[in-house]
């Protein structure tokens, strides 16, 4: 009991806790909060196996106990496992219906899954069990920053603020949604006071993206490095680390399998013209894609839609199975994929799904869709990697935190992209240089309209004041006009970033 209290008392002080944690636990089997408790400190420090391992220990003692639940489902989150992670959070939330920050963290999956109508009403239930849970107040304020409401967002962060003086997660998000000059010096100084105290690693992170932000607005780009390098650095300790070898093995897998005779035995899915693809690198524009096309009054934007990874589960797993009625099988995820977009919106004749990574599954989205059209964006290869490094990304990018592996990603991305041009009719991809897109909007605009089987309509000009709710990190950018300061932006770093610069040299058609 001894080393329990002991380890709690650190832990409340934010010293380290680990070694008494661990040995309260030794000497306390039966006691699953000890196990819990053990299990924040592995979460911690990164090592997010042992925190489920240690959450799950506590939930066999006591399967009733709301909090294991809860953190077990952080966790899960962590490690970019979405869908159990909200089954936790349910759990949590079955046996502790007043749980305020199980609330709070359910709403925040569900963010990440591009279900904002659900998360806001976790958000707005957490607060009526708890009005100053500043966690629920700060992402209350995502949520209508979401929307475009970024006055009522700033004022949410501030009141977060008035409860929590030095909250990180509070004063980073007053610099995301506009452009920081120097007479913000105000908040220059009190974020850097904030961050030179003993801040945990999960916390500072967000300031030190945000301190990032605040530099490369003022131009002074080797303090943003500084501070975007170090937001990577933490980064990187607190999630799983990204594997080279997998990832070159799943394009391997693909490009094997999905061929071109998979393709002409496959391709008898479902003939919709209803889906709209926008895939590509992430920070490659396929936000400002979507934008533009669901100004259209016959388009739906759906987001980044988590479907097609578990559909090639799903798919691959029944190959191994020995199973052959692969058309059944198409036609059953095809089936399943209309009936997505049906919820999200009934009477749309193109619904946009932006989920970047999807460039992983042309193949069997053109097995299971035929008369789907794909836009790929493109950009600047340096640009890209160099955007998504600035990046504060939260679960499974796990090669964005490394400059050498987001040039390994990058690589394989465009293995896997010229496959795909081989092996899919021309007809079915628009390649969507970023570049030009924002160099001549209304061309781009036009070409995007058109393949996709639509008249034009002007409104798509005025994308930037479509009404409609945005969940990825562009949402402040995309209610902006069109403006080319992020074109051939990574020359401004050109002596930090050595990994990425051999990418330049690589072609995109």
Known sequence: MVWKVLGVALWAQGKDALDALKRAAELLPDDAESHSNLGNAWRALGQLEFAVKSHGRALEIKPDYAEAHNNLGSALQDLGRLDEAIESFRRALAIKPDFALAHCNLGNVLTLQNRPLEAEACCRRALEINPGLTGAIAQFAEIQAGKGLFAEAEALMKRAIDIEQDMPEAWAGLVRWRKMAQGDAAWLARAQRIVGQRLPARREVHLRYALGKYFDDVKDYEQAFVNFRRANELTKRLSPAYSRTEMTHRVDFTTRLYDREWLSRAASGVASDRPVFVVGMWRSGSTLAEQILASHPAVFGAGELVFWPHAAATYEQSLIGGR????????????????????????????????SANFLH??????????????????????????????????SNFFANDLEDLAHYYREYLRVMEHWRLVLPEHSLLEVPYESLVDDPETWSRAMVQFSGLEWDSRCNDFDRAQRPVSTLSKWQVRQPINKASVERWRNYRQFVGPLLPLSELSQR
Not at 367 to 390: E, G, K, W
Request: charged letters at 20%.
């Open 324 to 355: 052959t009625d692969e058309n059944t099988i198409l036609r059953g995820i095809a089936d399943n994929y209309l009936a997505l977009l049906g919820e999200l919106s009934a009477d749309a004749l193109r619904v946009v799904d932006k989920m």
């Open 362 to 395: 042309l193949g069997l989205i053109h097995a299971a869709f035929p008369n789907a059209r794909i836009i790929h964006m493109q950009r600047n290869p340096v640009d890209t990697c160099l955007s998504i490094y600035f990046q504060n990304v939260q679960n």
